[in-house]
């Protein structure tokens, strides 16, 4: 797994998930074949969890690796 920096078509602040993927060429392979991108919000919610999220391929505008 790995983090990336989502940046999507209507909304102005990035999305950061980690998501089942390695490398950004795995994750390029993901976006292609698939309608969603699944992977975990990196920042818990008020009860502790780490949110799972789903992004729809259709919005994604850029992806950068995150640090």
Do not use: N
């Amino acid at each position: 797994m790995a983090t990336f920096r989502f940046h999507l078509i209507g909304t102005p602040q990035p999305v950061e998930l980690d998501v089942a993927a390695d490398t950004i060429r795995e994750l390029s392979e993901i976006v292609s074949r698939q309608r969603f991108v699944e992977g975990r919000l990196l920042e818990p919610d008020s009860d502790g969890v780490l949110l799972g999220m789903l992004i729809a391929t259709s919005r994604i505008q850029c992806v950068v690796e995150a640090t």
